[in-house]
């Protein structure tokens, strides 16, 4: 299993950006599906964006769309998410994800990266 850990995470202004890193290891990182997933608190984690292997098909929420990128460096074996235009809203913990099916919850996960935006 690949694993994963997050970085980037900070406090910042409403109306600014961060980049969120994942850094991967153990495994082939460009046979992975990656994935962005937050959870605030009180709420359920719900998935931002995601990038395939093959192709780097991206995917993303309707509620960042126009604001967040995702995107990988398989050299780097490393996947991050440009934020932009954040919200305060989009505080939460940020996890990246990786799968080789179509099932995250059978996949790797880091323990998160904390994004906190103030208005």
């Known amino acids: 299993q690949v694993q994963l850990v997050e970085s980037g995470g900070g406090l910042v202004q409403a109306g600014g950006s961060l980049k969120l890193s994942c850094a991967a290891s153990?495994?082939?990182?460009?046979?992975?599906?990656m994935g962005w997933f937050r959870q605030a608190p009180g709420k359920a984690r719900e998935l931002i964006a995601s990038?395939?292997?093959?192709?780097?098909?991206?995917d993303y929420a309707d509620f960042v769309k126009g604001r967040f990128t995702i995107s990988r460096d398989n050299a780097k074996n490393t996947m991050y998410l440009q934020m932009n235009k954040l919200k305060p809203e989009d505080t939460a913990l940020y996890y990246c994800?990786?799968?080789?099916?179509?099932?995250?919850?059978?996949?790797?996960w880091g323990k998160g990266t904390l994004v906190t935006v103030s208005s």
């Open positions: 990038i395939t292997w093959s192709d780097s098909t991206t």
């Open positions: 153990g495994r082939t990182f460009s046979n992975y599906h």
């Open positions: 994800a990786a799968t080789t099916t179509t099932n995250w919850a059978r996949g790797a």
